[in-house]
């Protein structure tokens, strides 16, 4: 038997023009943003959800699960809120338009982005 090489074909890397990058840029953005109001809504509702339960139902056998409320609106609702915020400061316009004016000047896009860059968000 032989050992075949099966060389493939090497991919050609695309070169996309300073303003594909800066609209996918902000596409990347905006996508980010969206997702943060999403997770920030999902845990703030999921902690008014069980801090409404938590007080409708205070009776006396429920007076002393306040500890296990409290592990819950933390874990339920602040966990996913905090991501929200995370997203919603670290892809805030603020945050984009800075972005954007240092790529224009040196063409340097920061890591974070630049990780997050598809195809999917270049024009074609």
């Known amino acids: 038997m032989h050992a075949q090489s099966t060389a493939e074909p090497e991919a050609q890397a695309v070169r996309f023009s300073r303003a594909d990058t800066v609209q996918a840029v902000q596409q990347v953005f905006h996508k980010h943003r969206t997702g943060g109001w999403i997770w920030t809504t999902i845990g703030s ?21 306040t500890g296990g409320t409290v592990v819950g609106i933390a874990v339920l609702g602040g966990v996913p809120a905090g991501i929200g915020i995370g997203k919603l400061t670290r892809f805030s316009h603020e945050k984009e338009e ?20 598809k195809a999917k968000y270049f024009a074609r």
């Open 45 to 65: 509702l999921f902690a008014v959800r069980i801090a409404s339960v938590a007080v409708s139902s205070s009776s006396d056998a429920l007076a002393g699960s």
């Open 98 to 117: 800075q972005t954007i004016a240092f790529y224009q000047k040196s063409g340097i896009l920061p890591p974070y982005v630049r990780k997050r860059l």
